[in-house]
Every structure is written in structure tokens, then in C-alpha cells.
């Protein structure tokens, strides 16, 4: 069974830096698409960065050059830095994995909770 287990998020006020990371189990990540996808409130997800398992990386235009996607495969694990954080990244951030045809993912995590002040 997929499990991914989100850690990191927190409160940070604009301007600030958060890594958040992703735990997997019962996968190998490396054969695997990852990404994180990210949820306002009264919004929709929003998936803003995704690698795949040759570690071709891609961004939404909303955090592209403030956030970085990477994984350790050794580690089974993905994470994400975001830095020049502003308020409107205040969101629920989930990691996902095993991306379809149709953009989605098959598995996802809980998420964890980002708020960014101003």
C-alpha cells in the first residue's frame, strides 16, 4: 500500500523560507512521477510543481523561480523549498505521486498546513 506522509509546513511570515517533505512507503519513488499540489482556501488544488523519474522538473507560473521540487530516491522521499514566500501561498500542501494521462495523481498524502503572513 502507498503511503506518503507530508511534514514541514508551518506559519512564516512574507518573505520567509519553508521545506517541506514527503515520506514514501510501499513504492520505490525513482520509477515514479511525483509532485506537490496545493489547496486554498475556497479554491481549487492547484498543482504547482512535479518531477519525474528521469528528474525532468516542471512549475505553475505562481511558484516558478521561489520554489524548488527535488527527491532522494535513496530516501524514498520528495520535498519542496519555497522561499520569497508570500500570503498568498497560504494553502494546504499535499504530496502526490503516480501522475496519469489526465495531469492527476494516483496517491496522495494528508497534507500539511502553510500560512503565510504579511
Known amino acids: 500500500q502507498v503511503q506518503l506522509v507530508e511534514s514541514g509546513g508551518g506559519s512564516v511570515q512574507a518573505g520567509g523560507s519553508l521545506r517541506l517533505s514527503?515520506?514514501?512507503?510501499?513504492?520505490?519513488?525513482?520509477?515514479?512521477?511525483?509532485?506537490w499540489v496545493r489547496q486554498a482556501p475556497g479554491k481549487e488544488h492547484e498543482g504547482i510543481a512535479t518531477i519525474n523519474s528521469?528528474?525532468?522538473v516542471s512549475y505553475a507560473d505562481s511558484v516558478e523561480g521561489?520554489?524548488?521540487?527535488?527527491?532522494d530516491s535513496a530516501?524514498?522521499?520528495?520535498?519542496?523549498?519555497?522561499?520569497?514566500?508570500?500570503?498568498?501561498?497560504?494553502?494546504?500542501?499535499?504530496?502526490?505521486?503516480?501522475?496519469?494521462?489526465a495531469g492527476g495523481y494516483k496517491f496522495?498524502?494528508?497534507?500539511t498546513q502553510v500560512t503565510v503572513s504579511s
Do not use: H, P, V
Not at 66 to 71: E, G, N, Q
Not at 90 to 99: L, R
Open 22 to 35: 514527503c515520506a514514501a512507503s510501499g513504492y520505490t519513488s525513482s520509477n515514479f512521477c511525483m509532485g
Open 66 to 71: 521561489r520554489f524548488t521540487i527535488s527527491k
Open 54 to 56: 528521469a528528474g525532468w
Open 75 to 101: 530516501k524514498n522521499s520528495l520535498y519542496l523549498q519555497m522561499n520569497n514566500l508570500k500570503a498568498e501561498d497560504t494553502a494546504m500542501y499535499y504530496c502526490a505521486a503516480g501522475c496519469t494521462a
Open 108 to 111: 496522495w498524502g494528508q497534507g
